[in-house]
């Protein structure tokens, strides 16, 4: 039996899920969570084989949740199941420690045959993440993206700011202070060689970090 947790900060995506798994004889949802202190607080009672996650939970976003629970949770292994397409965070979840990378729009057989494959050890790549990988291998750091250099935080920031969010609401989200947002939109901004937020909504646009 696989002994699944689904971590997603909305219930219909965590029922959607938890019945589509329910009718699966090998597959148990023993529990689910909506943010970090959710996820810490099921596995100090419980023992899962897999994880499905939310990149974009509130507070800890689903990288930094899994870069810490590669440290204290090393054993558990971690589907991550994003409405982002792959090229936005795909290669960085799979940096951070996850098992497999799936979008929201995957179909029923596939999140079943990712799930068998990742409780097995495995890990599930679908092909745009797999010549995602192919393209990043032996390119030198100056051929990348320059936001490839952002860091998880900043990234997240980037995409809210290009979206048009406002620095309170961007705090909120992010539980950051809105200091903190500031601080992250001047690095960001240095890194990318720009001025404004106008300029970093181009930028989004053109790399595809925007829907």
């Known amino acids: 039996m696989i002994r699944i947790l689904i971590a997603d900060d909305h219930p219909l995506v965590r029922t959607g899920l938890r019945q589509i798994l329910a009718r699966h004889e090998d597959m148990s949802v023993l ?17 899962f084989d ?13 990288i930094e949740i899994l870069k810490s629970l590669r440290e204290i949770h090393p054993a558990l292994k971690v589907l991550i199941i994003s409405t982002h397409p792959e090229d936005q965070y795909g290669l960085r979840a799979l940096r951070a ?7 929201k729009s995957i179909s029923l057989e596939h999140l079943v045959e ?18 995602l990988l192919a ?15 952002l860091s998880d935080r900043e990234l997240q920031t980037l995409r809210l700011i290009a979206a048009g969010r406002k ?11 809105p200091k903190t947002v500031s601080v992250y939109r001047a690095r960001i901004l240095d890194k990318l060689g720009l001025k404004s937020n106008a300029e970093l909504a181009r930028y989004a646009q053109r790399h595809g970090l925007v829907d």
Request: glycine share 10%; hydrophobic share 40%.
């Open 31 to 47: 529990g689910e969570a909506e943010d970090y202190n959710g996820i810490l607080a099921h596995l100090r009672d419980t023992e």
């Open 135 to 149: 393209d990043s291998v032996g390119r030198k750091d100056a051929d990348a993206p320059a936001h490839e250099s």
């Open 167 to 177: 620095p309170a609401d961007i705090a909120s989200e992010l539980a950051l202070s």
């Open 97 to 103: 420690g996850a098992a497999g990378y799936l979008t």
């Open 114 to 131: 990712a799930v068998r494959e990742i409780a097995k050890g495995r890990r599930y790549i679908s092909r745009e993440l797999a010549s």
């Open 50 to 62: 897999v994880m499905l996650l939310d990149v974009s939970l509130p507070g800890k976003n689903g």
